[in-house]
DNA sequence: CATCTCAGTTGACCTAGGTCATTTTTCAAA
DNA sequence: TTTGAAAAATGACCTAGGTCAACTGAGATG
């Protein structure tokens, strides 16, 4: 199984192509390696691309102007990542991607999507469905912001990504769920949680 | 100017579309009117309609486990509403969604939208569109929820929203920033935010 | 005009979570 | 196998924001 086999399922999940569509899909992608650590983008920088983890892990964050970082969201694989609000409006951005393990992603740029959806209207269907998804997933999010304590989204986090978790340090865990990392340790001393 | 052409103008300003193309999406809506208070949505219903406002405001929110209530969204006129994630699965949703003042809206539902979608396949540009942009506002009030104090998010918040503020009750805005009322009217005190 | 309700204010006190510095543990690299 | 750096734990103290109840005031309703 290569590597363009996991997107192509998460397609296929969404929506019926052909064998020349995907293919003209797979076509306008470019691959690329992070080591673990590795920035993917930058603050301030524009983000041209869609990524895809087929393998490995990325957090996009940002630092606060107070020097804190914040984790927003974790792409582990089979998932797309991007600064949404960058791609979509051209403009620099204000969050850092990075990878948190080696991880093999596949890029779609703006422009080359542009002219995937040009061509194959069809895609249309398939971006409008991950963004709504990832638009639920970002709502609820608030809501849990508002309405539950720490410990009780830690237990929420724990319970939607047990597998992401073990790639995860504690002070990311922490910076994802809003708290700070002494606050964290203390919160999970005597509990089990993961 | 009827109650069609605010969304005429918000759709032709994100895609191009015919006379015709534009008659079948009206002609699958559906015209209604709430009065001040008035419930469009209760919670554990199926949000079966995007619910485009003409005129008026609509606030979403919903009732945590305490009973407390926390405003999401609220959407003047010339947005789009609806509780994503429920109309999004299909299933019972936890959001509220109430008229803050007589209020005129279009619905569109989740089966005409599907119609719509299959007959004219350029309105998923639009639908993308729209959602991509909801979904980076939300992502940004992610942001603001973990490196903004209260008073901050306030002032951000104003600064967004000018023309809403003043169909609002503090207890609203309060309830749209997170915290409470009382702490609400302490922060602002002698300072002159609105 | 009276009254009722609900938004807003305020006082007294409380607590979830933050800060910061120090210590202990873990774990990757040489 | 050691070592060095980052992760985690912890003590002492702090603060943003919450709680709850009492009070004020203004617009709606009779």
Redesign the interface.
């Known amino acids: 199984m290569d590597n363009y086999n996991l997107l192509q399922e998460n397609i296929r999940k969404r929506i019926e192509v052909t064998e020349d569509e995907m293919s003209y899909f797979i076509f306008l992608l470019q691959q690329k390696k992070y080591s673990r650590k590795e920035l993917i983008l930058r603050e301030s920088e524009i983000s041209h691309n869609f990524t895809f983890i087929v393998s490995g892990c990325v957090k996009s964050y940002?630092i606060?102007?107070?020097g804190?970082e914040?984790i927003?969201t974790i792409a582990p694989s089979d998932w797309w990542i991007t600064d949404?609000?960058s791609f979509?409006?051209g403009t620099p951005g204000?969050l850092f991607l990075e990878a948190l393990e080696p991880t093999t992603a596949l890029l779609l740029s703006r422009e080359k999507q542009e002219l995937l959806?040009a061509k194959i209207?069809?895609f249309?269907?398939y971006?409008?469905i991950l963004?709504?998804?990832?638009?639920?997933v970002?709502?609820?999010?608030?809501?849990d912001?508002?309405?539950?304590t720490a410990l009780e989204r830690l237990e929420k986090f724990v319970a939607s990504y047990p597998s992401v978790i073990s790639s995860l340090t504690q002070q990311q865990i922490a910076s994802y769920i809003?708290v700070t990392p002494s606050f964290f340790s203390r919160m999970i001393k005597g509990k089990k949680i993961f």
Chains 1, 2 share one sequence.
Request: hydrophobic fraction near 35%.
């Open positions: 940002l606060d102007n107070k804190e914040h927003l949404i609000n979509v409006s204000n959806l209207p069809k249309e269907k971006f409008r963004t709504e998804k990832a638009f639920a970002s709502q609820q999010r608030i809501i912001y508002m309405s539950l809003g």
